[in-house]
């Protein structure tokens, strides 16, 4: 398998008014080239530690994370940096858009904090694709919630990166703009050979991925391939059963 992301033997543990809770315990996953993987799980159950630290935006307690050929962990906080900067896409629920900025400028900017700007032609074709071409002029202010998550991932494509992490990206849409955002990463996979990996919670979203990891109590529970919103529900749902009869 082309593995653009292995993890091996994620740990993360937090200290919590002197308790210590672990977050991820102990977790192995690899996310090939061209997939969509949608990672979901009850609130605590580390989804959104495993995105953090698989994206080196926060360093495990153990264990080891690649992107393509390069270790993590050997890296400084500079080189994170580079590497977060350069080889990883992000997208938020929140947008995360500099308000200041066109809609263009906004997309622009990753390459420009690298110094390598990208394809003039390539960033057409992703401006295009997600229909902001009438909107570069506009500030983030003057779009809706959907057009803001537009610009999150034009933007993060505009550098063709390694992999795009999405966090919730859904999150703050109604159904129609989730739909138009979720039909996009899929097409970025789909016909760009992008390498997605997404945290939601909601099973529509995540049956637009080729792959669904569900998490509890930091660890995988399943890891099942194009399973369908019905399956995934069911899944959930058997998952919270477990949960509350192990509590009572």
Known sequence: MDAVIRIEQLTRTYATDGQKVTALAGVDAAFARGTFTAVMGPSGSGKSTLLQTAAGLDRPSSGRVWIGDTELS???????????????????????????????????????????????????????????????QHRPAQLSGGQQQRVAIARALAVRPEVIFADEPTGALDTTSAGEVLSLLRSAVT??????????????????????????????????????????????????????????
């Open 74 to 136: 050997k890296l400084n906080e500079t080189k994170l940096t580079e590497l977060r900067r350069d080889r990883i896409g992000f997208v938020f629920q929140a947008f995360n858009l500099i308000g200041a900025l066109t809609v263009e400028e906004n997309i622009l900017l990753p390459g420009r904090l690298s110094g390598l700007l990208p394809d003039p032609r390539w960033v057409s074709e992703v401006v295009e694709r997600v229909g902001l071409t009438q909107r570069l």
């Open 191 to 248: 016909d760009y050979r992008q390498t997605v990996v997404m945290v939601t919670h909601d099973p529509v979203a995540a049956s637009y991925a080729d792959r669904v990891l569900v998490l509890a109590d930091g660890r995988i529970v399943h890891d099942t391939p194009q399973p369908g919103a019905d399956r995934i529900a069911e899944m959930l749902a058997s998952l919270g059963r477990r949960l509350v009869a192990v509590e009572g």
